[in-house]
């Protein structure tokens, strides 16, 4: 009856509907999944009830709750009053009543917004070319980040023209990033799960077969990214380097990018080229440089490195070819007693810090003129970039 009230009003859409009063995972998974602005609480037991009004204000603030009773009488909407609860509807639902209800609803929504405890730990990374290690790098500080205490934590392979986490993971899902975006709209926690496969203590999307007309739209990207970042703590995100148009929303949303490079100079070069237009969409000032394959013997040394892009270089992962290999072999993370799985921890510590230490750029460029192939010079001038 109140389904038939509410559809009737025009101005709510029934998102979720529980015959029974759900235990509080239910409740919250639902709430996260679906991101409702109301609930109509049944009062019909009024100690169930108040259990789930103490939950909504606890973990959701903000979302407003209607009490909904077959029956009145004074008692209990003086129970329902003392709640706190400001809303009341009870059959038969007349039209006014219920539009009048949904209209005050609506205005306070507006004033309080829900705070649905969505994730700001959006984390991309970016190739400077094709090859440096991005995947490897990615994977491996996601599953560091996911063995952190309390961590929940995503991975997802974006690159949809020759994602590699699924065979580096030897993954058999047979969904993928694909699936979520078809099912962007409707995402819930019954279908999440078919999507990702749990590695170690890491949820996993890859981007399934080679497919390369498909695109994701700005729509379904909006979805996929509200629902893990209602779910997750941690989410990162593997790029392919050609800056698509879903790359550069997705980055525009990141809290931070990760540009991986190797201490080559074609590497470096490209690395300079993205740094420059990503300053241009001022995206620059949240790029922090991974250098990887970094070995003693580099003929580019990081400080030089740091002249030639104009920003730091908040870490070097070494170049473990046999360390990658073994891991690749067995479908795994690297050996976290490694050094290079040493190294992936602490980035991982490093980017779960609240307050990440800010490095100053020097815009001193003395390296850079030795190559005249770089055309002019880029500076991120007064940026700062944060490690
Ligand atoms: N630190 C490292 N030491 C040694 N080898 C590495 C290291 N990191 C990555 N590799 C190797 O480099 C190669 C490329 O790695 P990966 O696929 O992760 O790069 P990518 O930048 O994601 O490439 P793509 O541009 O295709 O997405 C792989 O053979 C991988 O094993
Ligand atoms: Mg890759």
Redesign the pocket.
Known sequence: MLDHALAAAQCVRVVRDFDHYPGELDFMRGVRANAPQVVFLSIESMVKAMDLLALIERETPGLQVVAVSRTVDSALLLDVMRAGIREFLAPPFDSVAVSETLQRVVALAETKPINMGSTDQLYCFL?SK????????ALNVALAISRQPESSSLLIDL?LS?G?IGFLLKLNNSHSVVEAAENAATLDESIWPQLVTRVENLDVMHSGRLNPDFRIESSQLRGMLDFARRHYKTICV?L??NLERYSLEIMHEAKRIFM?VTPEIPSLHLAREKLGFLNRLEMAGKVTVLL??SNKRNLVTPGQIEDLLGAPVAHA?????Q???RA?QAGRGVDTASE?GRQFTHLAGQIQLKKPKQTEIDTKKRFVEYFSMFPGRYSVADKKTAV
């Open positions: 190739p094709q090859g440096v290690g991005t995947s490897t790098v690159d020759s590699i593997d392919s380097g991986v990887n394959r992962l070494s170049n473990d070819y360390g990658v290999h690749l290079l």
